[in-house]
């Protein structure tokens, strides 16, 4: 029985860092030197990156100063304890944003829930995530739960895989998935190019769906229904990109090499798992490619021969809103959605491995 997605919301947190703010504070935390404050004003010039959201900010953007915005990064390094105090603060208010969302557009009430499938890589806690989104949006006790951790920006797709499997299984399947990321809790100290270029992109958000089996007569512009999913591991790529928790936070490593390694395998790899479902590149109408960076952005394109105007949506959100790590995806399908553009989306991501991750989806009215 396919997948429908039948709802999606979208939350930010209430108050964003402009890009002039991030480089401020990029130079305060990173640059002990003057050439090394001025690669970092580069880096941050190159993400793209407009504006992000914050949980940790206050105030109105240019209206203080950068430390004052963000007092949770002063002159010393937060620790991970502290860290994850203020995730148990905050991830959990911007997940309800995203969920309520999903569940009115939907229209389904929050009690016929069956599924309860959380995606997030910035925190950890138990009881978690799920269990306050269980107590605040008075969902079933028996709510079936399943998390899905430290996956990195690819997260919710692999969410999505175990929510067709779940509605595979039961046709009466409600499924409830919620990716949240606080990214901006992992801020890095010190100087590491790697760790710059991360802190350089990475931004806050929530993302959720609802799902059920697609509708026997589904009625036009009712949703997305997901056709299928695949995966695949890049062979001798595994060290450039890792996660790795550390005293200070968690450490992303995100090496210059990723975009030319994605691109040499992406075009193969998709034409082989397009070919079974008699499509080819050439057939797909739209594509939710998740902007890692801008470099990895356009090196799908080019491996893939996309126009401008298919990796539009990808690129406004990232200009808009930063790298969300796994909710990052489900902000792009929600624009592709509203655009209502008929034919194949192809949805696709990445994270540490190097892994790809790929569904196929389409307009219910498709």
Same mark, same amino acid.
């Given at each position: 029985? !396919?997948?429908? /997605?039948?709802? /999606?919301?979208?939350a930010?947190p !209430?108050?964003q860092?402009?890009?002039? #703010? $991030?480089?401020a504070?990029?130079?305060?935390?990173?640059a002990?030197n003057?050439?090394?404050?001025? @690669?970092?004003r580069?880096?941050?010039?190159?993400?793209?990156?407009?504006?992000?959201?914050s949980v940790?900010?206050?105030?109105?953007?240019? &209206?203080?100063?950068?430390a004052?915005? %963000?007092? =949770?990064?002063?002159?010393?390094?937060?620790?991970t304890?502290?860290?994850?105090?203020a995730?148990?603060d905050? *991830?959990a !208010?911007l *997940?309800?944003?995203?969920?309520?969302? $999903?569940l009115?557009?939907?229209?389904?009430?929050?009690?016929?829930?069956?599924?309860? /499938?959380?995606v997030c890589?910035?925190?950890?806690?138990a009881?978690?995530?799920?269990?306050a989104?269980v107590h605040?949006?008075? @969902?079933?006790?028996?709510?079936?739960?399943?998390h899905v951790?430290f996956m990195?920006?690819h997260g919710?797709?692999?969410?999505?895989r175990?929510?067709?499997?779940?509605?595979e299984?039961d046709?009466?399947?409600?499924?409830?998935l919620?990716?949240?990321?606080?990214?901006?809790l992992h801020l890095y100290y010190g100087?590491?190019?790697?760790?710059?270029?991360?802190?350089?992109? =990475?931004?806050?958000?929530?993302?959720?769906?609802?799902?059920?089996?697609?509708?026997?007569n589904?009625?036009p512009?009712?949703?997305?229904?997901l056709?299928?999913?695949?995966?695949?591991?890049?062979p001798?790529t595994a060290?450039l990109m890792h996660? &790795?928790?550390?005293?200070?936070?968690?450490?992303m490593?995100?090496s210059s090499?990723?975009?030319e390694?994605?691109?040499?395998?992406?075009?193969?790899? %998709? #034409?082989?798992?397009l070919?079974?479902?008699? %499509?080819?590149l050439a057939?797909? $109408?739209s594509?939710?490619?998740?902007?890692?960076?801008?470099? /990895?952005?356009?090196?799908c394109?080019?491996?893939?021969?996309?126009?401008?105007?298919q990796i *539009?949506?990808?690129?406004?959100?990232? &200009? #808009?809103h930063?790298?969300?790590s796994?909710?990052?995806? %489900? =902000?792009?399908?929600?624009?592709?959605r509203?655009a209502?553009?008929p034919?194949p989306c192809?949805?696709?991501? =990445?994270?540490?491995?190097?892994c790809?991750e790929?569904?196929?989806l389409?307009? $219910?009215?498709?």
């Amino acid at each position: 029985m !396919p997948l429908s /997605i039948r709802g /999606i919301g979208t939350a930010t947190p !209430p108050h964003q860092v402009n890009q002039a #703010e $991030a480089m401020a504070l990029a130079e305060r935390v990173s640059a002990d030197n003057g050439s090394r404050a001025a @690669l970092v004003r580069r880096i941050q010039g190159r993400t793209q990156v407009l504006q992000r959201g914050s949980v940790l900010a206050t105030g109105t953007a240019g &209206q203080q100063p950068s430390a004052e915005r %963000l007092p =949770f990064y002063g002159n010393q390094s937060p620790t991970t304890a502290a860290r994850m105090a203020a995730f148990a603060d905050h *991830a959990a !208010p911007l *997940a309800l944003d995203a969920v309520r969302g $999903a569940l009115a557009e939907a229209a389904i009430e929050a009690h016929r829930i069956t599924h309860l /499938i959380t995606v997030c890589c910035t925190g950890f806690q138990a009881p978690g995530l799920d269990l306050a989104l269980v107590h605040q949006l008075g @969902l079933d006790a028996g709510v079936q739960r399943t998390h899905v951790g430290f996956m990195g920006c690819h997260g919710a797709l692999n969410g999505l895989r175990v929510a067709q499997a779940f509605v595979e299984a039961d046709a009466d399947a409600v499924v409830l998935l919620c990716a949240v990321e606080l990214c901006s809790l992992h801020l890095y100290y010190g100087w590491d190019p790697e760790k710059v270029v991360a802190n350089a992109l =990475f931004a806050d958000g929530a993302a959720a769906l609802v799902a059920t089996a697609r509708p026997a007569n589904p009625s036009p512009g009712s949703g997305l229904n997901l056709l299928a999913t695949g995966s695949t591991v890049i062979p001798h790529t595994a060290d450039l990109m890792h996660w &790795q928790i550390g005293d200070h936070g968690f450490e992303m490593g995100l090496s210059s090499r990723v975009p030319e390694a994605v691109a040499a395998q992406l075009r193969p790899w %998709l #034409e082989h798992w397009l070919q079974p479902r008699r %499509l080819r590149l050439a057939d797909i $109408a739209s594509w939710a490619v998740h902007p890692g960076g801008p470099r /990895i952005l356009q090196a799908c394109a080019a491996a893939l021969q996309l126009e401008p105007h298919q990796i *539009a949506a990808s690129q406004a959100v990232l &200009q #808009e809103h930063g790298n969300m790590s796994s909710a990052t995806i %489900l =902000f792009i399908l929600d624009r592709l959605r509203r655009a209502a553009v008929p034919g194949p989306c192809l949805a696709l991501a =990445f994270g540490p491995g190097l892994c790809a991750e790929v569904a196929l989806l389409e307009l $219910a009215s498709a």
